[in-house]
């Protein structure tokens, strides 16, 4: 998946995706490339590069969820 937003919240493993259009629906499996986070999330790049995560819930037709294997250290609102 390109072109899209990675926000993070301290202490939760949930990471919120923003795109302007996906059509995805909670358990469909996305794959993210080319990631280049903002520090202070406690992710690194390879943590999602290239590495397949399951659609947790889905918000809106431009925002769902996938959960990380860890807790984020820190929350950040846009990350790409």
């Known amino acids: 998946m390109t072109g899209a937003t990675i926000a993070t919240a301290s202490g939760s493993a949930i990471c919120t995706i923003t795109k302007s ?5 909670a358990g ?5 490339n ?7 999330t ?3 790049d390879s ?10 819930s ?3 037709s431009s925002v769902f969820t996938v959960t990380q294997s860890s ?3 820190g929350t950040v609102s846009t990350g790409g």
């Open 42 to 44: 406690g992710y690194s």
């Open 34 to 40: 080319s990631v280049t986070l903002p520090g202070g």
């Open 21 to 25: 259009t996906h059509g995805l629906v």
């Open 28 to 32: 469909d499996i996305v794959q993210f």
């Open 58 to 60: 889905v918000t809106s």
């Open 71 to 73: 807790n984020a250290t």
């Open 47 to 56: 943590d999602f590069e290239d590495k397949n995560f399951q659609v947790t």
